[in-house]
């Protein structure tokens, strides 16, 4: 059990680092690693959550539409797996306003995209709203920022669409 709980550290500060240094796909691998030598529920949905969050920021760095939506697709997946691990828990909005989010980015046309926006945002104030500050306040942050996000890319759109 140690040597697992060892394992699982070693691999996670591993992750962190290619995070860290932007190689968003390296960190997916060992993610993965960490998610074989884990059973605990909670720890799971975190690292399946990193798993999505690596692949929506790698797909930023895709070299076309398709690698763009192809790594989109993926950090959906992983997103909605994190949802359905945090179950009941407040988190799981959180997570389900992520995966809303990342569809947009796999939709071409504008109306889809800004009713996806719509859900997503709508999806992240309540479950900010839910979260409370005295239950998670770095997950309370995180939803906050998410939210101010979202409303950006709004704004954008709207801008966009007028041009």
């Excluded at 995070?19 to 993610?31: C, E, I, P």
């Excluded at 995209?113 to 500050?133: D, P, T, V």
């Amino acid at each position: 059990m140690a040597e697992s709980s060892s394992n699982l550290t070693n691999l996670l500060s591993k992750a962190a680092k290619k995070t860290a240094q932007y190689n968003w796909l390296d960190a997916v691998g060992l993610y993965e690693k960490a998610l074989a030598v884990t059973g605990e529920e909670l720890e799971r949905a975190r690292i399946t959550s990193e798993i999505g969050r690596s692949y929506f920021r790698s797909a930023f760095q895709s070299d076309s539409r398709r690698e763009f939506k192809e790594l989109m697709v993926k950090a959906k997946s992983a997103l909605d797996s994190t949802s359905a691990l945090y179950s009941s828990d407040p988190k799981s909005g959180l997570v389900r306003g992520k995966s809303l989010y990342a569809s947009l980015w796999e939709a071409d046309d504008y109306e889809e995209r800004k009713a996806l926006l719509k859900k997503a945002l709508q999806a992240m104030e309540s479950a900010a709203g839910s979260i409370g500050s005295n239950v998670d306040r770095a997950a309370l942050a995180d939803a906050k920022k998410d939210v101010l996000t979202y409303r950006c890319e709004a704004a954008v759109q709207e801008h966009d669409r007028k041009i």
